[in-house]
């Protein structure tokens, strides 16, 4: 497929982001490969805590001052994890544009719109007139269905959908080459959530951007999602094309994940959850981090990280696919 | 309508606790020691005092010396004594100017509280009018009236301070009034004072023993600024605000440890009684805390 | 509101102790010269009857006249203001800039040592009686440095011409930039001590408050976007978190004249303040009484004043 072979504008090589609390350090994301192509969408899938919205944020270094990053993060083939502050400003934005999970709360409520954009427009082309940024918004506000008039309007008298199309479009107003969508649907009722998706998805096409599709929902990464990566515990546990991630589920995670999805099968009404609950992760546990909650555990898993296998098109991160174990 | 005022030892304690974050524990034990640091000051007076504070005993405008620690001021008076009594006069007044605030806001609140209705409006409106009155102001204008005297000074800082007072009463009691306990206690036939008096006041009290911590640091600095006003307490007797009013002619003869010695004593009076009624607030009124 | 004040004021004053008659005329007057001083003071008239006339004075603009200088109180308050004005001007001003700045890079650099000596500052500066600060800053500055002087507005000599009473800006305008100079230097001292005093409430509130929003999603997407972090701080944290501190900023204005008046006795500084305490110690009652009603009446209007600016700030207020 075009897909695969498209050239790579985002690629995490052993990928750490340790970020620091009061006396320790969380090791929030803790390795993980992950490669993302031209107009492609990938989504990381995962519960909280498991580090995906640190990797988001940690694309465009967002995180407190104090975080470490380790190993490669490669953005348009530029290492931006030694970076310093100067030079992410010229990569945000402009290279990775980002949505946030909140609209009420990521959009300053009390700057007009017009002059959002003008000062984001401004910081990238230092030369532009007002005027100039009046009618880029124009265009862009169109796009994400909001009438141009309202640019002059404060963002506290928007929806909550609305605004979640004006953080869009901010997002996008420089045409960046990958969007970051942190959670961009929870705060949203469903009926807006199904719009902003579409929005997203038609965008993409017609910028030819690729996005990075946070969620903790599967049922949001459904549709979009060319592939998808299930974090936990800050480790990446399966990683495949959409249909092999809901069809063929190999990690014992991405079962349970799956199984959990509350659906309207008359057959199927009990509703399954995970027991326990997550790993710390200031001092990980030295094997397979979802050990102890898995179903499916072998006395290795305690005692060694599982390797990552190549398998089906995808990668899994589980001692069960490992040639010389015992596997199911 | 009147918004809530900060008391002044209440923001030094909020300052006090963002610099030194928890470990309040620490802050009152601090804020006590200097307390009662200050109180036998006030107390042992005549003991700890070298020298007798209105008596000419040196030269004028002597510099800190073996023989007088704080120097003396224009009148060949013995700073260190000075300040020592001083504490006397602080003390007193701030201590008897929120006892008599007390007396008279928390009767009114609880009454005003209880009772609602039309009392209770006319009250609030009284003391909210009051309240928003910058406090010194206030003070001064009824110092003014009344004249020099510890009795007048602590009645014109009693008058400042007791809708403060008035107002934590009140809105506590409306707050609690339709509180079950005291349905219950209606239901079993007690009569009002009884249930004001058993129920509702021991309920409210926590807030007010924070009040009252606060509001003496507070009352201090309104002293020292009516005194140094000249409205303050009648000479020779030593009074803090008062000798920073002879102050000013220290200024030009460069005689420093006039100015500097008696300020001390209010900042630190003032600093001691703030940290101790934060650290208090924090043990009555517990609050989740960030770790710092 | 101004109403219970113009009561309450009155009622104050009558009701405490003290005879206002017997403090002027002095103990050992004549029967007759009392009875007759009470009557022109209009003392002699059912209490009802006195509180209409004082309300119909206050709203004519009479508040009485001074038994000092028997020149109407409203005349000699008049002539005092602009003082009072200017200096509490320019210390809410100065109070502003450090608070605002300070609190903002404080709030930035967390826990750095800037951020530590704003709140070590804040705690000190707060403690301080304002009359104390006042008088080190003159040891300081006038008597040892001797760069500026200790008291007072102006020197004797000064060209300009005085129209509006706010020396600063009648020098300006008459182009008198020596005089300008001299203005400012009488000015600085006792607008800085007010001004530091004043503005240890502005750091604090500033860098909490800043420190709070600044832990936001929006400020967040606003470094996503890649902006500048001047603009970060100021354009998106400090507006946000300025909201809520205006409201309270005003409040803080009342505090400021009492401050004033302390600041005015340390500087002599001819103001309303340094009126009021003079007053005092001569007794005299109308001037006293007329004084107090116009702190009121200027606390209310500042208080409109910041309510109207409140709205233009917060767009939020006005739809």
Known sequence: MTKNEGEVVLKAENLKIHYKTKKSYVKAVDGIDLTLRKGETIGIVGESGCGKSTFGQGILKLLPQKTKYYGKLLVRDVDVTPLRENDMRKVRGKVVGMIFQDPMTSLNPITKVEKLFYETLKEHNPGISFNESREVTAQILQKVGIEPRRMREYPFQFSGGMRQRVMIALALVLNPDIIVADEPTTSLDVIVQAQILNLLDELRQSYNASIILITHDLGVVAEMADRIAVMYAGHIVEQNGKEKIYYEPKHPYTKLLLKSIPNTNPKDLELTFIPGSPPSLVNPPIGCRFASRCPYKMSICDEKEPAVVEIDGGMVKCWLYTQGSDKQ | ?292 | MIFILLVVIFFLLRIIPGDPVLAILGGKAPLEVIEQKRHEMGLDKPIIVQFFDYLKDVFTGDLGTSTLTNRPVIEELKDRFPATLELTIFAFIIALLIGLFWGAESAWRKDEPLDIGARVYSVLLYSVPVFWFGLILQLIFASYLRWLPVGGRIPAVTSFKVRTGLYVLDAIMSGDWKGLLEVLRYLALPSITLGMVTSSIFLRMVRNNTVLILSKDLVKAARARGLKKRVVLYGHAVKNAFVPIFTIIGMEFASLLAGAILTETTFSWPGIGSYLVMKIRYRDFPAIQGTIIFFGLFIVVISIIIDIVNALVDPRVRY
């Open chain 2, 1 to 292: 309508m009147a918004r809530d005022k900060k008391f002044v030892s209440e923001r030094i304690g909020d300052f006090a606790r963002d610099l030194f974050g928890s470990g309040t524990g620490r802050l009152t034990l601090i804020g006590s020691f200097i307390m009662i640091f200050y109180v036998i000051l006030a107390i042992f007076a005549p003991y700890i005092a070298p020298y007798d504070p209105i008596e000419r005993v040196g030269l004028s405008l002597e510099p800190p010396s073996k023989d007088f620690w704080f120097g003396t001021d224009n009148l060949g008076r013995d700073i260190l004594s000075r300040v020592i009594y001083g504490s006397r006069i602080a003390l007193s007044i701030s201590f008897l100017g929120v006892a008599v605030a007390f007396i008279i806001g928390v009767p009114l609140g609880l009454i005003s509280g209880y009772v609602g209705g039309w009392l209770d409006r006319v009250l609030t409106l009284i003391m909210d009018a009051m309240y928003v009155f910058p406090g010194l102001i206030l003070a001064i204008a009824i110092a003014a009236v009344l004249g020099p005297g510890i009795v007048n000074i602590s009645i014109s800082i009693a008058v400042v301070y007791a809708p403060t007072y008035f107002r934590v009463i009140r809105n506590q009691v409306a707050a609690v009034k339709d509180e079950m306990y005291v349905e219950a206690a209606k239901a079993l036939g007690a009569k009002r004072w009884e249930i004001i008096l058993k129920y509702i006041f021991p309920n409210v009290l926590p807030s007010v023993v924070v009040v009252l911590s606060m509001n003496l640091a507070d009352a201090l600095m309104t002293e020292a600024g009516l005194s140094f006003l000249g409205l303050g307490i009648a000479p020779p007797t030593p009074d803090w605000g008062f000798d920073l009013n002879s102050g000013q002619r220290f200024v030009l003869s460069r005689a420093w440890w006039g100015i500097v010695f008696p300020g001390l004593a209010i900042v630190f009076a003032a600093l001691g009684f703030s940290i101790f009624s934060e650290g208090i607030n924090e043990l009555l009124n517990p609050t989740i805390r960030e770790r710092r």
